[in-house]
């Protein structure tokens, strides 16, 4: 069963950028087949999609977050990665990756344990 | 995009009690892309039902999915110990996915 498991620092100053790395065992992204998404967790409890890759290296990310957001794959290290300038105290959250159901199925069916991100001065 | 709205925010109940979860879309939800998820603290979310109503692997079947259009229920006919949690609906039929708010599932 595929594994998923975010890193990336706990505390980000505001104005910053904050970069996160998703790992993936037991299954490679390479395969293809699946997407691979961003999804974060505010404190008040929202789920918010952030935005998705493909093993091509294809992106769609959500309007609210475009501009500020970049993902990106590195099938080598069987990774993917979250960009997100500009970081204000809105920004804090649990950040989760994910994997969907595969076949355009949009669901998530993989999640990562999820990595607290703070932003504060 | 698509706004989902649940309720109850929270639903105080029983073990073995039967729970009745709504989610409600502000437009139709295409082909029944709708999922449901459970949360417990601490946790990532977990896939229990996806197409409006297929059981995710190993979820048991007093889980069920119902519901087309803008329209969806989550019901679990007993509940067991383990079943409090917060629940999330999420739609994937058009872009962006979203969430809905969550209902909260409490011992009473």
């Known amino acids: 069963q595929v594994q998923l498991q975010e890193s990336g620092p706990g505390l980000v100053k505001p104005s910053q950028t904050v970069s996160l790395t998703c790992t993936v065992s037991?299954?490679?992204?390479?395969?293809?087949?699946?997407?691979w998404s961003w999804i974060r967790q505010h404190p008040g409890k929202a789920l918010e999609w952030i935005g998705y890759?493909?093993?091509?290296?294809?992106?769609y990310y959500n309007p609210s977050l475009e501009g500020r957001v970049t993902i990106s794959v590195d099938t080598s290290k069987n990774q993917f990665s979250l960009k997100l300038t500009s970081v204000t105290a809105a920004d804090t959250a649990v950040y989760y990756c994910?994997?969907?159901?595969?076949?355009?199925?949009?669901?998530?069916?993989?999640w990562g344990q999820g990595t607290l991100v703070s932003v504060s001065s | 995009e698509i706004v989902l709205t649940q309720s109850p925010g929270t639903l105080s109940l029983s073990p073995g009690e039967r729970a009745t979860l709504s989610c409600r879309a502000s437009?139709?939800?295409?082909?029944?892309?709708l999922a449901w998820y459970q949360q417990k603290p601490g946790q990532a979310p977990s896939l229990l039902i996806y197409?409006?109503?297929s059981r995710a692997t190993d979820i048991p079947d007093r889980f069920s999915g119902s519901g087309f259009g803008t329209d969806f229920t989550l019901t679990i006919s007993r509940l067991e110990p383990e079943d409090f949690a917060v629940y999330y609906c999420?739609?994937?039929?058009?872009?962006?996915?979203?969430f809905g708010g969550g209902t909260q599932v409490e011992i009473k």
């Open positions: 197409g409006a109503s």
């Open positions: 037991g299954g490679s992204i390479n395969s293809g087949g699946y997407y």
């Open positions: 890759i493909y093993y091509t290296a294809s992106t």
């Open positions: 437009q139709s939800v295409s082909s029944s892309h």
């Open positions: 994910a994997r969907d159901g595969g076949g355009g199925a949009e669901y998530f069916q993989q």
């Open positions: 999420q739609q994937y039929g058009t872009s962006p996915l979203t």
